[in-house]
């Protein structure tokens, strides 16, 4: 269970500290103080969830919300097909779905 959690928190911080040094980049040349450095644009994403955003703020946040919900969407679903195609080989081996899950433990 804590190999999946990793699996997906990992690429998760990934994908968002790719996309505060993209902020960084693009928006430190303009002046815009929550730019400055990485750290700053990385608690910019954070700061939507006390609401303190401006209009560029909230086009910022839903940019960033659709692009990390499809790919970790996308994630989740490659996570969950991985976990459960050894059940399915087991399970088509013959076994009923208990003995192929107590089999899948067993090798964890």
């Known amino acids: 269970m804590l190999d999946e959690i990793a699996m997906f928190a990992v690429p998760?911080?990934?994908i968002t500290a790719g996309f505060s040094m993209s902020l960084q980049v693009i928006f430190s040349s303009v002046g815009i103080p929550d730019f400055e450095n990485i750290w700053n644009s990385f608690f910019f994403l954070f700061k939507g969830v006390f609401n303190a955003y401006d209009t560029y703020g909230y086009?910022?946040?839903?940019t960033y919300c659709i692009i990390s919900t499809i790919l970790v969407g996308n994630l989740l679903i490659a996570i969950i097909t991985n976990r459960y195609r050894s059940l399915v080989f087991l399970h088509d081996q013959g076994r009923d779905v208990d003995e192929a899950v107590q089999a899948?433990?067993?090798?964890d």
């Open 12 to 14: 998760w911080v990934i």
């Open 59 to 62: 086009i910022i946040l839903v």
């Open 104 to 107: 899948k433990q067993q090798q």
